[in-house]
Nanobody, 117 residues
Framework: QVQLAESGGGLVQAGGSLRVSCAASGRFDTLSAIMFMAWYRQAPGKQRELVAEITRGRSTNYADSVKGRFTISIDNAKNTVYLQMNSLKPEDTAVYYC????????WGQGTQVTISS
């Protein structure tokens, strides 16, 4: 089993920045087998969508809506993934969920990000 602990959500004004973090914990062999970590988000009344994902080798993939504004990074030694969000827009408001995939598929509890106009 892997536990994912998100932090860093909050309320910011449009145009501002925010960084969310997700630390994975669990058995060493299970953590070592994680190949992908990602951030998803779900806005009220909408489906959960991929925001960004990263591999242990630091290959990245972004949703078109966040390209050029968001940056995903990973600290392999700490099993932690970060999402730096810049130039935030009201439409970025959502619950942001951390996801890790390896021997299993694990989700964090989510952290609320609210952008005021």
């Amino acid at each position: 089993q892997v536990q994912l602990a998100e932090s860093g959500g909050g309320l910011v004004q449009a145009g501002g920045s925010l960084r969310v973090s997700c630390a994975a914990s669990g058995r060493f062999d299970t953590l070592s087998a994680i190949m992908f970590m990602a951030w998803y988000r779900q806005a009220p009344g909408k489906q959960r969508e991929l925001v960004a994902e990263i591999t242990r080798g630091r290959s990245t993939n972004y949703a078109d809506s966040v390209k050029g504004r968001f940056t995903i990074s990973i600290d392999n030694a700490k099993n932690t993934v970060y999402l730096q969000m810049n130039s935030l827009k009201p439409e970025d408001t959502a619950v942001y969920y951390c996801n890790a995939r390896g021997r299993g598929n694990w989700w964090g509890q989510g952290t609320q990000v609210t952008i005021s106009s």
